[in-house]
T-cell receptor, first 110, second 114 residues
Framework: QKEVEQDPGPLSVPEGAIVSLNCTYS??????FMWYRQYSRKGPELLMY????GNKEDGRFTAQVDKSSKYISLFIRDSQPSDSATYLCAMINTGNQFYFGTGTSLTVIP | SQTIHQWPATLVQPVGSPLSLECTVEGTSNPNLYWYRQAAGRGLQLLFYSVGIGQISSEVPQNLSASRPQDRQFILSSKKLLLSDSGFYLC?????????????FGPGTRLTVT
């Protein structure tokens, strides 16, 4: 079983839709949870990170962590064509080991 | 503000040839530096990280090596490339205080070994 699982998609939504991107993990020792956005042929860009459980909001983006279910989500409100990219989750455990998901490809259709 | 540069942007090299990829960071001192490889359909794999000049840690055994000759310079090398070395190579930096949770990536180098 992989440490971090992420549905590769692709996910296609109309402009203005609410997007939900998810990752699951197997190791309860993860404590930091990050979301990156990667445009085609570019390096990943950090969107936000959260520590332990709870929600964090930044503009149209909300990150949510449910440690009891070992499940994290990134919500994008009022999605825009410029949000079309691959979204990568990443996690750090208490041993400072770092794991990336494989990414979910998102297309927002105008 | 901080910026990170990588070059070259793309590279096509024959099997058995040497490799040198360079990464430099501006606008910060004593950054943590990282090399990743991203293969198609796979997540990012951490190859090397460095917390200071001359200090290199390797995460996976491989055909590659890394060096940090200056505070803000990180180099990825190989003496003889293999076909399996093809991929998208990314350099990243972070502040020592925030470590892995706030990494900033460069634009990447796409390497094709033929």
């Amino acid at each position: 079983q992989k440490e971090v699982e992420q549905d590769p998609g692709p996910l296609s939504v109309p402009e203005g839709a609410i997007v939900s991107l998810n990752c699951t993990y197997s190791n309860s020792a993860f404590q930091y949870f990050m979301w990156y956005r990667q445009y085609s042929r570019k390096g990943p860009e950090l969107l936000m990170y959260t520590y332990s459980s709870g929600n964090k909001e930044d503009g149209r983006f909300t990150a949510q962590v449910d440690k009891s279910s070992k499940y994290i989500s990134l919500f994008i409100r009022d999605s825009q064509p410029s949000d079309s990219a691959t979204y990568l989750c990443a996690m750090i455990n208490t041993g400072n080991q770092f794991y990336f998901g494989t990414g979910t490809s998102l297309t927002v259709i105008p | 503000s901080q910026t990170i540069h990588q070059w070259p942007a793309t590279l096509v090299q024959p099997v058995g040839s040497p490799l040198s990829l360079e990464c430099t960071v501006e606008g910060t001192s004593n950054p943590n530096l990282y090399w990743y490889r991203q293969a198609a359909g796979r997540g990012l794999q951490l190859l090397f990280y460095s917390v200071g000049i001359g200090q290199i840690s390797s995460e996976v055994p491989q055909n590659l090596s890394a060096s940090r000759p200056q505070d803000r310079q990180f180099i990825l090398s190989s003496k003889k490339l293999l076909l399996s070395d093809s991929g998208f190579y990314l350099c990243a930096w972070s502040h020592p205080r925030t470590g892995l949770r706030e990494q900033y990536f460069g634009p990447g180098t796409r390497l094709t070994v033929t």
